[in-house]
Each structure stands twice: as structure tokens, then as C-alpha cells.
């Protein structure tokens, strides 16, 4: 029986393959010499549908598939159609007209007759110019990219300006010289990244500016070196809601690195100071502070700085791994409502022999951070900081049930902290000779109104 429904899923997948038009029927030859922008783009206006055998395909302008004329789109491969996208620009424009959100009752009937879910399967696009991207995407419900490969682009996938319920799996975004994932200033809810290889994207692997975006989940994929010593300072995941509002996102189950030897590299930047013209008159503050993002199960090294959020509230930051952070493992600024918990801050010795001859800081510093918590953290190994936890200007902090441990400076540096309760920390440096701290374990600086509980410090608590 198992057999039998097996065949039949085959034979199911096979039959709406086939009911794809096969370019080459259309006067598309594939044959890597002949420029195939015209035949593709008329074969796009009248079937929509298409099916592309194994071959090189030469473009030299953008595809434009327009749903509204088109209806219903796929193009589609089985993995071995290239394209070679010799001018600049997408390769792939695929133009929607959806003006709603992704409730039902804001469909215009004919937009979800008509556009609904185009899909993009099996292609892959290399660049050939050096404005040349693969796919720019906007106005879709519910487009879907799928085992796409892109590589030597500037930017591999532009959404913008608005669109709704994306999908992008399996697809490998490979050495082009701008951004993996590009939400350009899109008004965009509902996106999923998942089980995808982004890496060695000069301008950052999966980048977020601007706009309206909520509801973006990353998940069990590989970002890796997305950062260019040549190129300006850039992140494996960026979120910058300058000029807008990013929030409800999470990413989980990654891995995110390299590479340390690029100025300003992070695995991820969270940059939460957005716009609202009424917050100022409400709060008195002329910027949000967006977030609610949750950084869970994650392994982080080789950059920069491992995590760098700002301006941000509702950060969740719980259950990762993180070593090679070359100036900090974490640094926050001006945040609220900042939880990092149960993360393992550390390098096993295994890595010893990668040649950086511990040349990497870590540490974790907080800075004007308020209503936040830390703990259940094992943080050891930081060298060359002047503490390994490093918190100044706070307010309303947790500090609670961490290991701070064989660290060079103090362990936990406390400068002009309110409010606070320090408490049932485990600090201390018990390497041999030299190499041991002679700081304080826990330092005091200033601050008032603070309760310091009961803490196990192996060099004592100093107050200044």
C-alpha cells in the first residue's frame, strides 16, 4: 500500500511537471550562445507556466513576469537550467498587485484568482555584470522560492516594495558581491528563510531596512561570510529599522560565521531605533525602539561582534553558542526588556589550532540597558577586557545565576548600575600563574540602591 501511494505521488509530481510548457517548444534554445531574452520573455507573456530543460539560457535584460497578465506563474527546473544575466538589473522581476494584508478579507478576488502563489523552482542565475541581480520580487501573496541557486550577483533576492507570506527553502545564495536576502524597505509580513545555504555575500546575508516588516522567521540555515574586508561593514543577519519599524522575528537553529578579518562584521546587528512621528509626544522619545526578536539555539563565531543589538526592546537571546567574538560576544546599547540566558560563552581548546593563537577578546558589555536580565550564563575565556561582563548605566537588571569564569580584569564590572539585583554568581579565575586576573571578581563603581546577594567570588568584591 505504502509502494502504491509512493507511485502514485511520483506519478502526481510528474504529471504537473509535464503540464508545464517546455521553452523549448517556443523558440527558447538554451544553448548558451544564443541570446534567449526575447523568446523567454514571450514565452513567459502567453503560457506563464514553464518548464526549462537542462541548458544555458543568455539574458541580457529583465524578465518581467507580470501576474496580472500572466495569471497564475512557475518557472521551473530540475536544477540544471542556467541562467547567464548579462545586463544589469534582475534577471527575474516578478510583478503582483496585492494591496492588502495576509487575511483573507483583503483579497481582491480577482488578485487571488489571478496572482496567487507564483513559484520559482530548480533555476539557477549567475551574474555577469556588476549590476546584475537574480530575482526582485514585489506585490506577490504567497511567492515561493524553492532549491534556487544564485551566485556572482550583486544582490541574489530584492523584496520590495510590498509583499505577503514568502517562502524561501533549500536555495544556496553563493558569492555575489551585494546582499543574500534583500528586504528593501518592503512592507512585509510573513516571511520564512528556512534550510538554506547564504554565504560569501560581500553586503551581508540576510538584510532588513526600512520599511513595515513583521513576522520574519530564519531557520536551520547556514549564513557564513557575508562580510568583505573591501566592502563596508555589513552582518550574516541585519536588521535596521532606521526610517521604519522591524519586529516579531526570530531565527533559530543556525549557524552564523566569518569572517573576523572584515571591519565591523557581526553575525547578527539588530538596529531598533524606527520612526513613528507620535512617539515623541507619547514617550518623549523621537525614535522607537523596536524588536520583540527571539536568537534561540543558535552557534555563533568568527566575526567581529557575535551579536550587536541597539535601541532595541524585547530581545531574547537564550540557549546559543558563541566563541570568536574578536571585540565582544555581545554588545547591547540602550536597550529594554533584554534577556540573555543560558548561553555558553566559550572556546573548547579544540579550536586552538585554527591559527588565531587566541587573538579573539569576547566579552559581553552592556550599556545603558534597562528592565533586562542576565543569567544561567557560562561565560569564560575572556582576555584582554577590562571585565569579562561589562555593565554600565543600567537600570533594572537581573544578574543572576551566571558562571564568569578564567577571565582577564574583573568578572562582572558594575559602573553606575541602580536598582539592580546581583545575585548567586559563580565568578572566578583559577588559571595558574601569570595568567590569573589580579581584578576583582566583582567590581563596584558608583550606582545606588543595588541588593548584592549571596555570590561565590574567588578574589573578592571591590567598591570604588
Not at 484568482?113 to 542565475?125: C, F, K, N, Y
Not at 553586503?203 to 561570510?225: A, F, K, M, Q
Not at 534577556?339 to 587573538?359: A, E, K, M, Q, T
Request: hydrophobic fraction near 35%; glycine fraction near 12%; proline fraction near 3%.
Amino acid at each position: 500500500m505504502i509502494r502504491l501511494l509512493s507511485l502514485f505521488l511520483l506519478s502526481t509530481a510528474w504529471l504537473q511537471v509535464q503540464a508545464q510548457t517546455n521553452v523549448l517548444t517556443l523558440g527558447v534554445t538554451g544553448d548558451g550562445k544564443t541570446d534567449d531574452t526575447a523568446a523567454i520573455q514571450k514565452a513567459v507573456n502567453e503560457h506563464g507556466s514553464l518548464l526549462f530543460p537542462k541548458g544555458t539560457y543568455k539574458l541580457s535584460r529583465t524578465i518581467a513576469v507580470d501576474l496580472s497578465k500572466t495569471g497564475l506563474a512557475a518557472l521551473s527546473s530540475d536544477g540544471t537550467a542556467r541562467f547567464i544575466m548579462s545586463g544589469a538589473g534582475p534577471a527575474f522581476q516578478i510583478i503582483g498587485h496585492h494591496e492588502g494584508t495576509a487575511a483573507p478579507s483583503s483579497l481582491k478576488p480577482e488578485v487571488w484568482e489571478q496572482e496567487r502563489t507564483p513559484m520559482i523552482s530548480g533555476l539557477e542565475v549567475f551574474g555577469a555584470h556588476p549590476e546584475a541581480d537574480a530575482f526582485s520580487i514585489g506585490g506577490t501573496m504567497q511567492v515561493t522560492l524553492h532549491r534556487v541557486v544564485v551566485s556572482k550577483c550583486r544582490h541574489a533576492v530584492i523584496l520590495t516594495p510590498r509583499n505577503r507570506n514568502v517562502l524561501i527553502s533549500d536555495c544556496h545564495l553563493y558569492d555575489n558581491t551585494g546582499i543574500g536576502v534583500f528586504l528593501d524597505n518592503v512592507n512585509l509580513h510573513q516571511i520564512n528563510i528556512v534550510g538554506c545555504h547564504i554565504s560569501y555575500n560581500r553586503g551581508g546575508g540576510v538584510v532588513s531596512r526600512g520599511g513595515n516588516v513583521r513576522n520574519l522567521h530564519i531557520g536551520t540555515c547556514d549564513i557564513e561570510g557575508n562580510h568583505h574586508a573591501d566592502s563596508p561593514p555589513s552582518a550574516n543577519v541585519e536588521l535596521d529599522s532606521t526610517g521604519g519599524s522591524i519586529g516579531e522575528v526570530a531565527i533559530t537553529g543556525c549557524t552564523l560565521q566569518h569572517t573576523s578579518k572584515a571591519p565591523g562584521s557581526a553575525n547578527i546587528r539588530i538596529l531598533g531605533a524606527g520612526t513613528d512621528p507620535n512617539l515623541e509626544r507619547r514617550v518623549g522619545r523621537a525614535h522607537t525602539r523596536e524588536g520583540n526578536v527571539t536568537i534561540t539555539a543558535n552557534v555563533f563565531s568568527d566575526v567581529r561582534v557575535n551579536i550587536e543589538v541597539k535601541e532595541s526592546r524585547g530581545v531574547v537571546i537564550s540557549g546559543n553558542t558563541f566563541w570568536e567574538g574578536f571585540e565582544h560576544d555581545i554588545l547591547a546599547e540602550n536597550c529594554e526588556h533584554l534577556i540573555v540566558s543560558h548561553n555558553n560563552f566559550d572556546r573548547n581548546p579544540r579550536y586552538l589550532v585554527n591559527g588565531f593563537d587566541n587573538s579573539e577578546n569576547n566579552g559581553l558589555v552592556f550599556k545603558g540597558c534597562s528592565d533586562s536580565s542576565i543569567s544561567g550564563n557560562i561565560i569564560a575565556g575572556v582576555v584582554r577586557q577590562r571585565a569579562a561582563v561589562d555593565v554600565q548605566d543600567g537600570r533594572r537588571l537581573m544578574i543572576t545565576g551566571n558562571s564568569i569564569l578564567d577571565s582577564d580584569g574583573a568578572g562582572l564590572r558594575l559602573e553606575s548600575v541602580q536598582q539592580s539585583l546581583i545575585s548567586d554568581n559563580l565568578i572566578r579565575d583559577d588559571r595558574e600563574g601569570d595568567k590569573k586576573s589580579k581584578e576583582p571578581s566583582l567590581l563596584l563603581i558608583g550606582g545606588n540602591d543595588n541588593q548584592i546577594g549571596a555570590n561565590l567570588l574567588g578574589n573578592g568584591k571591590k567598591v570604588e
